[in-house]
Each structure stands twice: as C-alpha cells, then as structure tokens.
C-alpha cells in the first residue's frame, strides 16, 4: 500500500487536475475556429493536456474526490476561448504555459514538466502568426488611443492650472480633441503610403518580359536580376536559365506557364485609409475621456480629478493588454504607461498654473 499524500497534496494534485481539463478545454475551443495545421497543433495541445489530466488522475486515485473548479485565470481563458478564440487567448496561454508551477513542484514528474515548456513555446509560434496579422492596426491602435490619452489630459490639465473657466476647459479639450484626431489621421495616411510607395520603387518592372526574348542567352544579364534580389550566383544563373526556355519555348508555339516573369510580385493594398480612420477613431475616443467630466458639467476641480482617475484607469487597460498580447506579465507594463502618462499631464499642469500665475 502507497504512503497516503497529505491534505495539501491532494488539494494541490486536485487543482492541478481541474486546471489540466479546462486548458485541454480551451485547445479544444480554439481548434473548433481554426483549419488546416493550426487545428491541427491545437488539437495535439489539447490531447497532451489530458494525458496530464489523466496523471493527475491516477496520481490520485481514491482520492481524486468531486470534480472541483479550476483556478479563476484559468475559467477566464476559458471563457474568451469560448466566446472569442482570438490571439489575446494565445497570448495569455503562453503566458500560463510558461509559468507552470509543475518546474518547483517534487510531485509533477519532469516530462509533464517538460511538456509544459515546449507548449509554451508552440504556442508562442501560433501566436506569432496571428501578432504578424494584428501588428499594423493594433500598433495604430494602441498609439491613437494612448497619444490621446495622455496628450489631451495633459492639455486640459494645463487649462485647469492656468486658472480659466470650465467652459473653457471644455472648448480648449473639445478643439485638442480634433485637432490631434486629424493630424493622428493625416500622419498615418501620409506615413503608410510613404512606406508603399518606398517599396514600389523596389517592384520589377512590368515592361521587362518584353525584353526577355532579345536577351543573349550566353550572357544572360537576367541572372543579375536574381542576383540584385539577393539569389547566390548559381540560383541566380539556374532561375534566369528556366525563365528563358520558357519564354522562347512560348515563341515555338507552346505557351508559357503562367508566372514565368522573373520578379513578379503580388500586389497589395497599402492600408493607409483603413490605419488613418483607425488613428482617428482610437485617439478620439481616448481623447474624449479627459472631457467627458466637462460634457456633464463639474467644476474645474473636480472635472481634473475625475479626468485624471478616468485616464489613469484606461491607461492601466490598455498597458496591460499591450503586455497580455506582448506574451510578457501584464502589470509592469500597466504601471509603466500609467507613471508616463501621468507624469506628462502633471508638468503640463504646473506649466500652466506657473503661466497662469505670471500673467495673473
């Protein structure tokens, strides 16, 4: 007969049990959303997590008890699993993979363990793919609403100081409002199709497979091409020799495969409306926040404190989710854009109450 595991043994083999289910759980719901390989991982995910749920199991035989409630962290990946199955989930699966209590833990055998490692780091690669896709707008995003955010509270904050009325305030944050809501738009329109236009500079010409006919075969100038696009000398030369015999096999009357122009290059939209109304709307509605006492009426101190609690909340927000998506823990990054954020407002506030003063 097997030594009997003490009341904290057991309640933490059961809470890992429970918590072992519920993550097979949320593999299984982010499976149900994806096709092709990522199912596929996801799936394989899922299957390893109940092999540890089964250990867990068997680990505690007779006194494996009621099925008890996984860890609240755990049940909220579960439910935005569930309900969304979006990249923030993989972020925050990352996350738990990486912190198993499984490395410190005598009881947890080295392969489950090990196992736990290595999810984490499959995860950060599926992860990666959908950080890849989200990138560009969430970028845009974040630095819209965030710029609004401490841009606007520092300006009304440094009305506030200056002394002047609550109308005033509200007109001069109203105006700050659009004014850097426009320029947030403009600045990103001009910024993306700069970027597009740089790299269409780069784009081969649509002329050259004219010329590729009259080229002399025994020189081939279309393996510099190759190698001015970054192909080693016998890729280059062995590339330029097919593109060739395809096009003068087409001049024999057989036509040429479809993509036989030696640099052709898909065309893309640059995205620079969708990340301009992106900027706009983001740095608007974090704009607006500072504001909002003002909309309802508070007086000029209390409209600065309520703005400031109501900036310092959405600030904290969005500093988190930024970690959460990061794949890093989510409070320092929290911490780090409420200390900036507020310390910008809080020397516009003196440099206004100092401006105030003087010309007072």
């Not at 081969?204 to 279309?222: C, K, R, T, Y």
């Not at 479809?258 to 983001?282: H, L």
């Not at 926040?289 to 703005?307: D, E, H, K, N, R």
């Not at 109501?310 to 854009?337: C, D, E, H, I, N």
């Given at each position: 007969m097997g030594v009997r595991p003490s009341p904290r043994q057991i309640r933490r083999w059961r809470r890992y049990l429970a918590n072992e289910r519920a993550e097979a759980a949320v593999y299984h719901e982010l499976a149900h959303r994806k096709e092709g390989t990522e199912r596929e991982i996801l799936l394989k995910l899922a299957d390893s997590e109940s092999r540890h749920e089964a250990y867990w199991r068997d680990k505690l035989g007779e006194y494996v008890g009621m099925p008890r409630q996984p860890d609240l962290a755990t049940r909220f990946r579960g439910f935005l699993a569930k309900n969304f199955g979006s990249v923030f989930v993989l972020a925050l699966m990352q996350s738990a993979e990486e912190r198993t209590p499984y490395l410190d833990d005598a009881d947890a055998p080295d392969q489950i363990a090990a196992d736990e490692r290595v999810h984490s780091e499959v995860v950060r690669g599926l992860a990666e793919q959908s950080r890849e896709r989200i990138s560009g707008g969430f970028r845009a995003a974040v630095f819209g609403a965030n710029d609004g955010l401490v841009s606007n509270l520092a300006l009304v904050l440094g009305i506030v100081g200056s002394?002047?009325?609550?109308?005033?305030?509200?007109?001069?944050?109203?105006?700050?409002?659009?004014?850097?809501?426009?320029?947030?738009?403009?600045?990103?329109?001009?910024?993306?199709?700069?970027?597009?236009?740089?790299?269409?500079?780069?784009?081969?010409?649509?002329?050259?497979?004219?010329?590729?006919?009259?080229?002399?075969?025994?020189?081939?100038?279309?393996?510099?091409?190759?190698r001015a696009r970054g192909l080693s000398v016998e890729d280059s030369q062995a590339r330029a020799r097919e593109v060739l015999a395809r096009f003068?096999?087409?001049?024999?009357?057989?036509?040429?495969?479809?993509?036989?122009?030696?640099?052709?290059?898909?065309?893309?939209?640059?995205?620079?409306?969708?990340?301009?109304?992106?900027?706009?709307?983001?740095?608007?509605?974090?704009?607006?926040?500072?504001?909002?006492?003002?909309?309802?009426?508070?007086?000029?101190?209390?409209?600065?404190?309520?703005?400031?609690?109501?900036?310092?909340?959405?600030?904290?927000?969005?500093?988190?989710?930024?970690?959460?998506?990061?794949?890093?823990?989510?409070?320092?990054?929290?911490?780090?854009?409420?200390?900036?954020?507020?310390?910008?407002?809080?020397?516009?506030?003196?440099?206004?109450?100092?401006?105030?003063?003087?010309?007072?």
């Open positions: 002394g002047v009325s609550p109308t005033i305030v509200l007109l001069t944050g109203i105006s700050g409002l659009l004014a850097g809501a426009l320029s947030m738009a403009a600045g990103e329109y001009i910024s993306v199709r700069s970027q597009a236009e740089l790299l269409a500079a780069t784009k081969a010409s649509d002329g050259i497979d004219a010329v590729i006919p009259e080229l002399d075969v025994n020189q081939n100038e279309l393996a510099l091409v190759y003068h096999s087409a001049e024999l009357g057989h036509p040429a495969p479809a993509g036989a122009a030696p640099v052709a290059r898909e065309t893309r939209r640059d995205g620079a409306w969708s990340a301009a109304i992106s900027s706009f709307c983001c740095f608007a509605l974090g704009a607006l926040i500072p504001v909002l006492p003002f909309l309802f009426g508070a007086s000029a101190t209390t409209g600065a404190v309520v703005g400031v609690v109501l900036v310092s909340v959405a600030l904290l927000l969005t500093g988190g989710v930024t970690g959460v998506l990061s794949g890093k823990p989510p409070l320092w990054r929290a911490v780090r854009q409420l200390g900036i954020g507020l310390a910008a407002a809080g020397i516009t506030w003196a440099l206004g109450y100092l401006f105030g003063a003087v010309i007072g």
